[in-house]
């Protein structure tokens, strides 16, 4: 399964880089795939490592800050390993081939 989610603390005015990092850090520190961008953080592994990942990630924020907000996208496909790597391939595959034309 792949989770791509996005936690910020709420009334800490407009820079929340630092809130983010604490949680982008408990992600890293999972030892699960991931990567970051500027919206989401995308995670990959079994249903409740990467739930708990979240909650830990959500909780690192909640520690500094009253109150959270919790974006959740999950694509729940048991059979696939690696997608965080494959998927976006298959784009770039696709995007090369059209460029060839």
């Known amino acids: 399964m792949i ?7 709420l009334g800490v005015g407009e820079d929340v880089g ?7 850090r408990v992600v890293r520190e999972s030892g699960l795939p991931n990567r970051t961008d500027a ?3 995308s995670i990959e592994g079994e249903w409740d490592e990467v739930m708990d990942v979240v909650k830990r990630a959500v909780g690192a924020v909640e520690a500094r800050a009253g109150r ?3 974006v959740l ?6 059979s696939v390993t690696d997608g965080l790597t494959s998927k976006v391939e ?3 595959r ?5 460029s060839g034309n």
Do not use: C, G, N, Q
Not at 18 to 24: I, K, Q, R
Not at 73 to 78: F, S, T, V
Not at 94 to 98: I, M, P, S, V
């Open 3 to 9: 989770v791509a989610f996005s936690v910020s603390p």
């Open 18 to 24: 630092e809130y983010v990092a604490d949680a982008v």
């Open 39 to 41: 919206m989401f953080t």
């Open 68 to 70: 959270v907000s919790l």
């Open 73 to 78: 996208k999950a694509d729940i496909r048991p």
């Open 90 to 92: 298959t784009v770039e």
């Open 94 to 98: 696709h995007l090369a081939a059209d």
